[in-house]
C-alpha cells in the first residue's frame, strides 16, 4: 500500500509553503506538499479533531487501546506528541488485549512493548484467557470461524473496559479512523439499520451501564496518511492481518469504499458527513426494528431463571450475528461474572454459554464410549445455566 506514495512524480514546489520541494501526494485532496508541511498538516487536523470535540480535560488519565497496528501505534505516537506541544495536560497508558491469537497478536504485542520503550509509556496487557478462560484460537476450533469477529468485538469491547477499570481510568482512545467510520455508515445504510445509522459517526461512546468511555480522535484522518505518516517518520508498527477471516460484509462495504475513494478521494469524508447531519425520524425508527425480524434464533431454553429474551442472538442473512439487547438499565451489573452491564446478563457471558454448551457437545461427539450420554448430563449440570 505505502508504495504508491513513496516516491510520488512531483517536480514542482510545495502546494503549502510554497519553498520546499513537493513529495506527498495527500490522499485525502490530491494536495501536492512537502514532507514537513504534511507532517504540520495531519497532525494539526487531529489536534483540531480533540479540541473541537472536547475530547480531554487537564489532569485525565486516557488509555490508548494499543494493538501493535498502524493506527494505535501513530495514535500513541501523536497523542503523546500533541499533549507536550499544546499541554493537553492528560497521562497516557497503553493498554492492550491479548485475544490469544498464536502467530498474530502475540507477534503484534511484541511490537506494543518495544513502543512502551520507545515512548515511554506505561503498559497494561489484559488476555482474553484470564478475563473468560478462552482463546480466540480457543473459540474458534470450538465455534468456527464464520462469527469470530462477532465473539472477538465483543470480548475485546468489555476487555477494555475492564481493563480501564483495572488501571482506574475512564477513557479509552483507539485508532479507528475515518474509513472505518465511512465504512460502518455503508454498511449501516446497505444493511437497512436505522438505530445504528444514527449512532455510527458519533465521536465518543460508552457502552450502556458503562462509566467508561471511548473515543476516536483519528475519525477524519485517511487510512492511507495514517500509513504514510506512520512510514515517515519510521515508526515500530505490525502490518499482518489478522489470521481469521474479517467480517464478510465489512469486507464487502471496505471494497465497494475502495473503489469509490479512487474515483473521488473525497467520498470518505463526505460519507462521514452525510453520517453526521442524518436525523431520523420517530416513526421510521420503529417502523426498522419490525422489518429486521431474526431469521434465525439461538435460544437458550434451559435457562428457566432468566427472561429468555436476554439469551437471544439473531443470525442475519450475511452471517453476522447480533445479540438482542433486552431493556436498558444503567448500573446494573451481569448476574453472573458481576461487571457492569445494561442487561441482566452480559453480551460476553451470553456468548461464554453458548460456547461451553458447544464445548460439551464436542467433547460428547468425540466420545465413542457407552456412557457419553450420562457423561454429557454431568457436563451440563456443571455449567452454570
Ligand atoms: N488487541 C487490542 N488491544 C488494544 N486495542 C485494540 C486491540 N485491537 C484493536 N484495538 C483498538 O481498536 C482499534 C481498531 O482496531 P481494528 O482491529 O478494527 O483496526 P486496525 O485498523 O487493524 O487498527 P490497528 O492498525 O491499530 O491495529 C485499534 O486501532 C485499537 O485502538
Not at 503484534?108 to 503498559?123: D, E, G, H, I, M
Request: positive net charge; aromatic residues 8%.
Amino acid at each position: 500500500m505505502v508504495e504508491n506514495f513513496v516516491k510520488p512524480k512531483i517536480s514542482q514546489l510545495c502546494e503549502q509553503c510554497h519553498s520546499r520541494k513537493a513529495q506527498v501526494k495527500r490522499p485525502k485532496n490530491l494536495q501536492k506538499i512537502c514532507k514537513e508541511c504534511f507532517y504540520d498538516v495531519f497532525e494539526t487536523e487531529i489536534h483540531n479533531t480533540i479540541v473541537n470535540n472536547k475530547l480531554f480535560y487537564p489532569g485525565e488519565r486516557v488509555a490508548v487501546g494499543a494493538s501493535g497496528g498502524k493506527d494505535s501505534t501513530v495514535l500513541a505516537y501523536i497523542l503523546k506528541l500533541l499533549n507536550e506541544r499544546y499541554n493537553y495536560g492528560i497521562e497516557i497508558v497503553l493498554l492492550s488485549i491479548d485475544e490469544g491469537i498464536i502467530g498474530y497478536r502475540d507477534d503484534s504485542l511484541a511490537t506494543v512493548k518495544r513502543n512502551q520503550q520507545q515512548y515511554q509509556l506505561p503498559l497494561e496487557i489484559v488476555s482474553y484467557k484470564e478475563l473468560y478462560n478462552w482463546t480466540m484460537d480457543e473459540i474458534v476450533s470450538c465455534a468456527g470461524i464464520r462469527n469470530s469477529c462477532t465473539y472477538c468485538g465483543v470480548f475485546r469491547r468489555q476487555a477494555l473496559d475492564r481493563g480501564a477499570a483495572k488501571l482506574e481510568i475512564n477513557h479509552v482512545v483507539t485508532g479507528h479512523n475515518a474509513d472505518d467510520m465511512a465504512e460502518t455508515v455503508l454498511m449501516n445504510l446497505l444493511r437497512g439499520d436505522v438505530a445504528r445509522l444514527e449512532k455510527s459517526t458519533t465521536i465518543m461512546t460508552s457502552s450502556a451501564g458503562s462509566p467508561i468511555k471511548r473515543s476516536k480522535p483519528f475519525k477524519y484522518s485517511y487510512q492511507k496518511e495514517i500509513v504514510l505518516y506512520a512510514h515517515y517518520k519510521k515508526l515500530d508498527y505490525f502490518s499482518t492481518e489478522c489470521s481469521y477471516a474479517p467480517e464478510a460484509f465489512r469486507g464487502t462495504a471496505r471494497e465497494l469504499m475502495k473503489n469509490l475513494e479512487a474515483i473521488r478521494p473525497s467520498c470518505i469524508i463526505d460519507i462521514i458527513h452525510s453520517g453526521e447531519n442524518l436525523v431520523l425520524k420517530e416513526k421510521k425508527i420503529k417502523q426498522q426494528f419490525r422489518k429486521t425480524s431474526p431469521k434465525k434464533v439461538i435460544n437458550n431454553e434451559n435457562d428457566k431463571h432468566h427472561d429468555n429474551k436476554h439469551n437471544e442472538i439473531e443470525i442475519r442473512p450475511d452471517g453476522s450475528v447480533s445479540l438482542n439487547k433486552g431493556g436498558f438499565i444503567d448500573g446494573n451489573r451481569c448476574e453472573r461474572c458481576g461487571y457492569l452491564s445494561s442487561n441482566k446478563i452480559c453480551k460476553a457471558c451470553i456468548l461464554l454459554e453458548g460456547l461451553e454448551a458447544n464445548r460439551a457437545k464436542i467433547r460428547l461427539d468425540n466420545d465413542t464410549s457407552s456412557d457419553g450420554a450420562a457423561k454429557l448430563t454431568r457436563t451440563l449440570e456443571q455449567l452454570s445455566f
